[in-house]
């Protein structure tokens, strides 16, 4: 995990064939690279996220203005934790109904989706779906508003 050689290896191919590294020290794509893509190993649970090559194929000027842009206008969010209390009893009903009707849902156990989808929204609904979103949004506006936002 600390060999830089082997790193760049499996995270992106032989250099000068499947990319290059281009004068900002950042990862360009090459056309070999057709057979090898960036990660093409899918060595997931070897990566060093410290030897890893930022993008140049991708990013450049426009995610620069992004970033920039996203900076103007980005809410901090470094405190904000929901006090379950006032709907704990709302709460547990909406995590049993998930576990009940989401989970076979979302993991394709039913055989009629549509029919699985609106009985899911309807239990969330008898849980008290609606008044944990309400108080959701309310202690999250009460935070933004704390944070001067």
């Excluded at 760049?8 to 090459?30: M, P, R, S």
């Excluded at 206008?73 to 379950?84: D, E, L, R, S, T």
């Excluded at 009903?93 to 699985?116: F, R």
Aim: proline share 4%; hydrophobic share 40%; glycine share 10%.
């Amino acid at each position: 995990m600390l060999d830089k050689n082997l790193q760049y290896l499996l995270d992106y191919g032989i250099k000068g064939v499947h990319y290059d590294i281009n004068a900002k020290n950042e990862y360009v794509q090459l056309p070999g690279s057709k057979g090898y893509p960036i990660f093409g190993m899918a060595g997931w649970a070897w990566k060093n996220q410290s030897l890893m090559l930022a993008d140049g194929s991708v990013w450049g000027p426009q995610h620069d203005a992004y970033l920039k842009l996203y900076a103007s206008i980005a809410v901090p969010n470094n405190g904000y934790a929901f006090n379950q209390d006032p709907v704990q009893a709302q709460w547990t009903a909406c995590v049993q109904v998930e576990q009940q009707y989401g989970w076979p849902l979302w993991s394709g156990l039913v055989s009629n989706i549509a029919a699985g989808e609106k009985t899911f929204e309807q239990k969330l609904k008898e849980a008290g779906f609606d008044q944990v979103r309400a108080e959701v949004q309310k202690q999250f506006l009460a935070y933004l508003s704390q944070m001067g936002q």
